[in-house]
């Protein structure tokens, strides 16, 4: 789908969920967000192994 069709189906109303193809990490004691799914499953690692925000920061740095 190019760009001015895309335009054009989201006028419309037409434009449905599409899937990207990322696989998708949940949590339910904290939220990681990064570019590459393996570098947002390290942070939630640090974070449910009792680690804090900071610890989960430099995991997934």
Partial sequence: MTSS???SAME???LTEQTIGR???Y??????S??????SMAGMRMLLT???AFDA?????
Avoid: F, K, M
């Avoid at 949590?27 to 990681?32: E, H, K, L, N």
């Avoid at 990064?34 to 570098?39: A, F, K, N």
């Fill in 12 to 14: 419309q109303g037409n």
């Fill in 57 to 61: 920061l430099v995991a997934a740095g």
């Fill in 23 to 25: 696989p998708v990490v």
């Fill in 5 to 7: 069709q895309s335009a």
């Fill in 50 to 52: 009792g680690g804090n």
């Fill in 34 to 39: 990064s570019g590459h799914y393996l570098t």
């Fill in 27 to 32: 949590g339910t004691q904290g939220v990681i």
